[in-house]
Each structure stands twice: as structure tokens, then as C-alpha cells.
């Protein structure tokens, strides 16, 4: 099975903080994604990459800059942190557009 | 605008019941989705079904893309089974977007 892996795993940070959230997948996957997951709302799609050096805005990212520096790392960066981004971070990675592998996730809590 | 729904919301069986899942969505596509995620929060991709029907083990979904729905049925539930099945789909280019999920329990 694909390996995505994430760091940090948890994370508090205060109202204006800056949060960096780490995602690698090692099986040269062209597609990387990051979500962020909200009771009531299900999984959202904030940025997505189709390979190094390249970057799509997702459907919520407003307050969100992500990178995507190698094939293999995919980051999410909050510069100014709120509470309405404490969620549960999700990055995924696929070959295609067909299937998705998950990492496990970050907790985020803003203060 | 939620363009995947999910039905029902919740649902709660006994061991060895069957489960019928269902997603619809609101544009026609061609990629469908089925992701199971755990308690305690990791997804897992289940199957990947654009049309047709799909068996992987005890799971068997359906979709019929020009109804613009698709289903997952679970036979011979475990408890194991239980936790949050979302549905996703790839609405025209390479967004992906999910359903809100459907949490099933199986009791013993």
C-alpha cells in the first residue's frame, strides 16, 4: 500500500502563529493534496499539486499557501493562524485521478 | 453547495446484517469513490467504481452514472465494519469532492 506520512501529528499554536504541516509520500505519486476535515463539512479540499513546482487552489484556501518542493513533499503553511482553522489536516496522493492514499492526519488547534 | 449527498447519516446494525449505503451528486461524472475512515480518523480508499458494478470482498458498490448516484452494499457485517463510509467523485477536472459520510454501527 502507498505510504503518505504527515508531521506533526498534533499541534496547538495561538491566534496568529505561523504552522507549517508536513506531508511526504514515498511511491512517486504525481498527485498531492491537502484537506482539511470539519464536522458538518466533511472533507474540503484547500490546495492540490500535480508535481513539483506546481500548485492548485482547492475549494477552500483562503488563508492557506502550500508548497510542493520535491515529487515526494507537499507542504501546508498557515501564516497567520485562527481559530477557524483548528481542524483535522488530511493529505493524500494519488498516481491519476482515480485512486487516493491517505496519510493519518494533523490535529490543529488554534488558541 | 453540496454536490455529494450521502443517505442515511447514520446507521445502526446488528452483526451479520447487510448495509446499504447511498450517494448521489449533483453533476454527471465519471469518477466515483468509496472511502472507509477509521475511528480515530485514517481514510482508507475502498473501491474506485465510474460505472457499473464493482465486488471487492464483502463489498459491492453500484453506480449509474445517468441517475447520477451510486451505492455500497456491505454483506454479512462485522463490527469491524464499523466507522464512517464517505463517497467522493471528480466533478470535470481534478478536483475531487466528498460526500459528508455515512457513520455505521454494528452491534453485537
Known amino acids: 500500500e502507498a505510504a503518505v506520512t504527515q508531521s506533526p501529528r498534533n499541534k496547538v499554536t495561538v491566534t496568529g502563529g505561523n504552522v507549517t504541516l508536513s506531508c511526504r509520500q514515498t511511491n512517486s505519486h504525481n498527485y498531492m493534496y491537502w484537506y482539511r476535515q470539519d464536522t458538518g463539512h466533511g472533507l474540503r479540499l484547500i490546495h492540490y499539486s500535480y508535481g513539483a513546482g506546481n500548485l492548485q487552489i482547492g475549494d477552500v484556501p483562503d488563508g492557506y499557501k502550500a508548497t510542493r518542493t520535491t515529487q515526494e513533499d507537499f507542504f501546508l503553511l498557515l501564516e497567520l493562524a485562527s481559530p477557524s482553522q483548528t481542524s483535522l489536516y488530511f493529505c493524500?496522493?494519488?498516481?491519476?485521478?482515480?485512486?487516493?492514499?491517505f496519510g493519518p492526519g494533523t490535529r490543529l488547534l488554534v488558541l | 453547495e453540496q454536490q455529494v449527498q450521502q443517505s442515511p447519516a447514520s446507521l445502526v446494525l446488528q452483526e451479520a446484517e447487510n448495509a446499504e449505503l447511498q450517494c448521489s451528486f449533483s453533476?454527471?461524472?465519471?469518477?466515483v469513490q468509496w472511502f472507509y475512515q477509521r475511528p480515530g480518523g485514517r481514510l482508507v480508499s475502498l473501491l474506485y467504481?465510474?460505472?457499473g458494478t464493482k465486488q471487492s470482498g464483502r463489498l459491492t458498490s453500484t453506480t449509474v452514472i445517468k441517475e447520477r448516484r451510486s451505492s455500497l452494499h456491505i454483506s454479512s457485517s462485522q463490527i469491524t465494519d464499523s466507522g464512517t463510509y464517505l463517497c467522493a467523485i471528480n466533478y470535470g477536472n481534478e478536483k475531487i469532492t466528498f460526500g459528508a459520510g455515512t457513520k455505521l454501527t454494528i452491534k453485537p
Open positions: 453533476i454527471f461524472t465519471n469518477q
Open positions: 493524500a496522493s494519488s498516481v491519476d485521478l482515480d485512486t487516493q492514499y
Open positions: 467504481n465510474p460505472s
